[in-house]
Antibody, heavy 120, light 105 residues
Framework: EVQLLESGGDLVQPGGSLRLSCAAS????????MSWVRQAPGKGLEWVSS????????KNADSVKGRFSISRDNSKNTLSLQMNSLSAGDTAVYYC?????????????WGQGALVTVSS | DVQMTQSPSSLSASVGDRVTITCRAS??????LSWYQQKPGKAPKLLIY???DLQSGVPSRFSGSKSGTDFTLTIDSLQRDDFATYYC????????FGQGTRVEI
């Protein structure tokens, strides 16, 4: 059974940093591109960042470029998102998601989400 | 960037109804269109990919179609379990989602 389990969500002050993690199991992790998709309270879905199966290439949405960094450790089946310079607009549930093709990202599997709240 | 315009934003329906949700892309995206279902407090679930291919385990009452840059999700004979919010998503370029359609009683 495919499982994606996010952790690291928390309350953080504006300007602060936070690191999210996603532990994967039940599938060939290194064969899948991985992504972060977020959802602000009461709002729709927004793609944040993606990384290829090997970890050699990645891309970010313009809204987080220069502030967020995605990485993965295929030896530990884990995905991470380092978030810096956080602002209230980054408050959201962050989902990790798996895709079979980095160049055509359809999100086959999703985690349950981690809540990030940015507030003073 | 490819913009996805989804309509309607919400609709009211009854069990047994046929429901249609539309998504329009701002440019050609070929067949790179997926549909997701999301229930309150839960993660989205992939229903359809490549515009019309049904994800494994998804009931056959769900179907997708394409006409130019317009894409349609149809739910035949709506079931109680189908009341949820539905999103389209293009995968032709950096992913983007439609605004969502809430299907309610």
């Amino acid at each position: 059974e495919v499982q994606l389990l996010e952790s690291g969500g928390d309350l953080v002050q504006p300007g602060g940093s936070l690191r999210l993690s996603c532990a994967a199991s039940g599938f060939s992790f290194s064969s899948y591109a991985m992504s972060w998709v977020r959802q602000a309270p009461g709002k729709g879905l927004e793609w944040v960042s993606s990384i290829s199966g090997s970890g050699s290439i990645s891309k970010n949405a313009d809204s987080v470029k220069g502030r967020f960094s995605i990485s993965r450790d295929n030896s530990k089946n884990t995905l991470s998102l380092q978030m810096n310079s956080l602002s209230a607009g980054d408050t959201a549930v962050y989902y990790c998601a798996a895709s079979g093709n980095y160049h055509a990202l359809t999100f086959d599997y999703w985690g349950q989400g981690a809540l990030v709240t940015v507030s003073s | 960037d490819v913009q996805m315009t989804q309509s309607p934003s919400s609709l009211s329906a009854s069990v047994g109804d046929r429901v249609t949700i539309t998504c329009r892309a701002s440019q050609s995206i070929n067949y790179h269109l997926s549909w997701y279902q999301q229930k309150p407090g839960k993660a989205p679930k992939l229903l359809i990919y490549a515009a019309s291919d049904l994800q494994s385990g998804v009931p056959s009452r769900f179907s997708g179609s394409k006409s130019g840059t317009d894409f349609t999700l149809t739910i035949d004979s709506l079931q109680r379990d189908d009341f949820a919010t539905y999103y389209c998503q293009q995968s032709y370029s950096d992913p983007s989602f439609g605004q969502g359609t809430r299907v309610e009683i």
